[in-house]
């Protein structure tokens, strides 16, 4: 099938100064100066940046030198990708120094237990985004913000100026720097660098975590992360829940509302770890979600490289879906009255009333303030405000067989629970 510019994702846009940087980076690299991406290349500028030596439990060597691994050899990155990985790779050593010396500031933050977190959970582009969105105009709601994901440990300096405003300038620069490299994103995940933004980047200070996969095809860690025990993953979450617990800080007068579908295949492992939170799980049919989210992968790892595959992109992302569905099911079997199912027709068709419904159901309470604020927020925010995301199953090598095939046992089952 020839492609054309009218799908949002057809080959990855190139600025003047990425061009530049893989130009000379393309010299650099075929005279064998450029730096391997590795684990103690990584550990060591974190130590340097900080100024810390702490990075916690060594758990997190092992996945940290396959993610290194991975992106050095697997994922085909170009040079300036290269160095946007090991960036992005220091940049999460550099906050698990941040925690571990904000942690020992502070024990007391983790003594106190989460303030009934209210999850937002399902595969992309189910109307997470959506729903979260309206979750966070309750005045009663404590969103995750952008800067608090990507950055989620004050340091000693910022704690005596009683501010946070050098950590929101650093995720303001940083999704401004997104959005110049992939025009695109928007239309598909927009992100306000003041606005609240998916809890999944906090997993990546553990360097456990699915959110690794939209920068690059790493197969070999991806299996790495099937096969870890029940064990491993509720280490994983208790670093995660921490994190959380440094960010409430004692403000335990608002109740947390999270999101993010990497946490859809480990509900379990986060229900365990957190008794006191609740998920909506969100569903749509997979003939939507599937080419969507191959088009939102592949704008993102085309920033990284210029070898993608995107014939490949379909299959690989139909197994990691099917199998955070089926894993997700489960969960609801061990945790059903922890777990609400929410359709995305059915929330685009009354999105206040199922926000109603959500929170009658687990007991939270629900205002006329906030109702206000979601009529609001739903004029300000029309459907398609950034504008459409086109794309077709077949760009991504999946077929309609193909999607009936691989998910139908699931989508029939939850239709069949709907009705």
Not at 136 to 141: I, S, V
Not at 274 to 300: E, G, N, W, Y
Not at 316 to 326: F, K
């Amino acid at each position: 099938m020839t492609t054309s510019l009218r799908y949002t994702y057809d080959r990855p846009y190139r600025s003047l100064g990425v061009r530049l940087f893989n130009g000379i980076g393309g010299v650099v690299r075929r005279l064998g100066w450029e730096r391997p991406l590795t684990m103690d290349r990584v550990l060591d500028a974190a130590r340097r940046k900080t100024g810390l030596e702490n990075f916690g439990r060594d758990d997190f060597r092992e996945p940290l030198a396959l993610l290194c691994d991975e992106f050095q050899n697997t994922a085909q990155l170009h040079p300036f990708g290269h160095y946007c990985m090991r960036k992005l790779l220091q940049s999460h050593a550099e906050n698990r120094l941040k925690l571990e010396a904000a942690w020992q500031r502070h024990p007391e933050y983790l003594q106190q237990p989460l303030v009934r977190p209210l999850y937002v959970i399902g595969m992309p582009r189910t109307g997470t985004t959506l729903l979260y969105n309206l979750l966070c105009q309750d005045p009663n709601a404590r969103p995750l913000m952008v800067w608090e994901t990507l950055y989620p440990a004050p340091t000693e300096r910022e704690e005596r100026r009683g501010d946070n405003r050098y950590r929101q300038w650093k995720a303001s620069v940083m999704v401004k720097a997104m959005n110049r490299l992939a025009p695109n994103l928007k239309q598909v995940h927009a992100i306000e660098p003041d606005g609240p933004e998916e809890c999944g980047w906090l997993m990546n200070n553990t360097f456990v975590s699915l959110m690794f996969l939209l920068d690059g095809a790493l197969p070999r860690y991806f299996r790495y992360f099937m096969d870890l025990p029940h064990e491993r993953m509720l280490a994983v979450y208790d670093y995660y829940m921490r994190q959380l617990q440094l960010l409430q800080a004692g403000q335990t007068n608002r109740h947390w509302v999270l999101k993010s579908p990497v946490h859809q295949g480990t509900m379990a492992p986060l229900l365990e770890t957190i008794p006191t939170a609740h998920v909506i799980h969100t569903h749509r049919d997979p003939m939507k979600v599937i080419p969507s989210l191959c088009s939102l992968v592949c704008m993102t790892r085309g920033i990284f490289t210029d070898r993608q595959d995107n014939a490949h992109v379909g299959p690989e992302l139909a197994e990691r879906m099917v199998n955070a569905v089926e894993k997700g099911a489960a969960a609801e079997e061990a945790y059903g009255d922890r777990i609400t199912n929410v359709l995305f027709d059915t929330l685009v068709k009354d999105p206040i009333g199922t926000v109603r419904n959500v929170y009658e159901r687990f007991g939270y309470k629900y205002t006329d303030e906030m109702e206000a604020g979601m009529k609001r927020w739903l004029d300000n925010n029309p459907q398609g405000k950034h504008g459409a995301h086109k794309y077709e199953l077949e760009q991504f090598g999946l077929t309609t067989a193909d999607i009936q095939r691989i998910f139908g046992a699931y989508w029939n089952d939850v239709q069949k629970r709907a009705a």
